[in-house]
């Protein structure tokens, strides 16, 4: 042994030489693990993305949104909860979805080729043309096609 080892003690805070960390080597050579960053949801997307729902025996494509709102609907009215209720009345209420009584406006049909006569007669019996289906139409075109043949 050399002259600098005997002097050396070893105790609190100084560790044999040959458990110390070699020059140039790092005590911890793995490193840090590495932050995971903020996770970025499009939520927009999330809310839109439509699924396959039965309602009423009949399946349906409905958004995320859809499905929600219908089923704080459902809450609200069977089992007459009144946070489902004061919650739905507050969505409406921002969302400005009161209904109001069109009194005017324009039409945006299906197609440019239906008659004029079918689109009043669909018109009367089930509303705007967002809410209208195949089978709508085709309860039109048989009332239209009838009409016709009487004449």
């Avoid at 840090?32 to 349906?60: C, M, Y």
């Avoid at 945006?108 to 967002?130: C, D, F, I, Q």
Wanted: aromatic fraction near 8%; charged fraction near 30%; include cysteine.
């Amino acid at each position: 042994m050399d002259h600098k080892q005997k002097d050396y003690s070893i105790g609190y805070k100084r560790p044999p030489k040959q458990s110390q960390f070699k020059k140039g080597q790092s005590g911890n050579p793995g490193g840090r693990r590495k932050k995971s960053g903020p996770v970025h949801v499009d939520l927009e997307s999330i809310l839109n993305e439509t699924f396959q729902v039965s309602v009423a025996g009949r399946v349906q494509a409905m958004s995320a949104k859809e499905v929600e709102i219908r089923q704080i609907l459902k809450r609200a009215l069977e089992k007459k909860d009144f946070r489902a209720t004061a919650h739905l009345l507050g969505l409406f209420q921002k969302h400005n979805c009161f209904a109001t009584e069109r009194v005017c406006g324009v039409v945006n049909l299906p197609t440019s080729r239906m008659p004029s006569r079918m689109a009043w007669l669909l018109l009367e019996k089930y509303g705007v043309p967002e809410n209208w289906t195949k089978r709508h139409i085709a309860w039109g075109r048989k009332h239209v096609r009838g009409d016709q043949d009487r004449a």
